[in-house]
């Protein structure tokens, strides 16, 4: 099974509402990030938080990351058509430094 | 400054043919990694090379796929013989160290099979 998994897998919001995407993983960490992939694009990268980090902010965007429960939150706060996409937590494991992610977050936010 | 390139965007090749996909990463970038992806999937780590050196091949199937990352040139996955279960489309990324480095990401080589 897959390192991280996204939850909910699909979220459909409005203009301006807040968009919170899960992602729980089953090992330790080095880091987790967070990207965003448009349809027919590769990914974007978003944000960075290491294993020691409980907060990072960029923006709209506020990523949390609870290492006792290994999960983490990306929050997009007053969405905006634009940023409809997917959206994919992916961890950094300690002994390498390939990235393993999780099946995605499908968000599409309604003008 | 060029983000990761990737070529060709689109590739259609016939069972049995080989298929060569290109990489050149962000300048400067020495670290680079293939990963592939299904639709409506998420990416699967396949290798992770430095220059000349294969650091990590532990997602790449054992037969049929190789990769390189030469002294000169762009990187390059090459999968031989290929059956239908290649078709994905197959994503190049860079970064520019190892550890606490976010991965730079090509737009994509989707594979095609018929």
């Known amino acids: 099974s897959q390192q991280g998994e996204e939850d909910p897998q699909a979220l459909s919001i409005q203009e301006g509402e807040n968009a919170t995407m899960n992602c729980s993983y089953k090992?330790?960490?080095?880091?987790l990030q967070w990207y965003r992939q448009n349809s027919g694009r590769g990914l974007v990268h978003l944000i960075l938080?290491?294993?020691?980090?409980r907060e990072k902010h960029s923006g709209r965007l506020r990523v949390t990351l609870d290492t006792s429960k290994k999960s983490s939150s990306l929050l997009i706060t007053a969405s905006r058509a634009a940023d409809t996409a997917s959206y994919f937590c992916?961890?950094?494991?300690?002994?390498?430094?390939?990235?393993?992610f999780g099946g995605g977050t499908r968000l599409m936010v309604k003008p | 400054n060029a983000g990761v390139m990737q070529n060709p965007r689109h590739l259609v090749r016939r069972r049995g043919q080989e298929a060569r996909l290109r990489c050149s990463p962000v300048?400067?970038?020495?670290?680079v990694y293939w990963y592939r992806q299904l639709p409506e999937e998420g990416l699967k780590f396949m290798v992770y090379?430095?220059?000349?050196?294969?650091?990590?091949e532990s997602g790449m199937p054992k037969e049929r796929f190789s990769a390189e990352f030469p002294k000169e040139g762009p990187s390059i996955l090459r999968i031989q013989q290929v059956v239908r279960g290649d078709s994905a489309a197959y994503f190049c990324?860079?970064?520019?160290?190892?550890?606490?480095?976010?991965?730079?990401f090509g737009d994509g080589t989707r594979l095609s099979i018929l």
């Open positions: 990324a860079s970064s520019e160290g190892a550890g606490n480095q976010p991965q730079h």
């Open positions: 090992t330790s960490i080095n880091n």
């Open positions: 938080i290491r294993s020691n980090e």
């Open positions: 992916a961890t950094n494991l300690n002994a390498g430094n390939m990235l393993t």
């Open positions: 300048k400067g970038h020495s670290h």
């Open positions: 090379l430095q220059k000349e050196n294969i650091i990590d």
